[in-house]
């Protein structure tokens, strides 16, 4: 009996320590992008006073914190809020509005264009939005707010 709770405590140490290796730290934006990031939301989604502008994520790096040049995900506080994507480079904040995939690869040009993206990161960031919506399509997601669609 012993063994078998000793082994049980070992084997849920384990999947805490998985698990927590899996978690997305939030990161601290400032609360005048915070405010923008709520208003978007709330126009995009219809979900108000749902803390998407402070519930961010580093989509790059899930474990960093600092708010620099990068793509984020933002969201309603909770799992049944959908994320949504935006790039903030050089304090210039762009948030990927387009549902759709032919749609979105049109407005990832336009905010390479507009926010004068380098062209290596302009590569990294294509890169991990592309992850990312590969990811929500092989899962799939149902509180996505991208469709995952050809059309």
């Not at 092989?138 to 050809?150: F, G, Q, T, V």
């Amino acid at each position: 009996m012993n063994k078998r709770v000793i082994l049980t405590g070992i084997f849920i140490v384990c999947l805490t320590a998985i698990d927590a290796g899996n978690t997305m730290n939030l990161v601290k934006v400032p609360d005048s992008v915070a405010h923008q990031l709520d208003s978007i939301y709330y126009v995009q989604t219809g979900n108000q006073h749902v803390n998407a502008g402070i519930n961010v994520h580093n989509l790059i790096n899930y474990k960093d914190t600092r708010f620099q040049n990068g793509v984020y995900i933002f969201g309603g506080m909770g799992p049944h809020f959908p994320n949504m994507i935006f790039i903030h480079y050089n304090s210039n904040v762009y948030v990927i509005t387009s549902r759709k995939i032919p749609e979105m690869l049109n407005q990832l040009n336009e905010a390479n264009e507009k926010i004068q993206i380098s062209n290596k990161d302009y590569i990294i960031y294509l890169k991990f939005i592309t992850n990312y919506i590969a990811m929500l399509c092989e899962k799939n997601y149902p509180y996505s707010y991208y469709i995952i669609s050809m059309e």
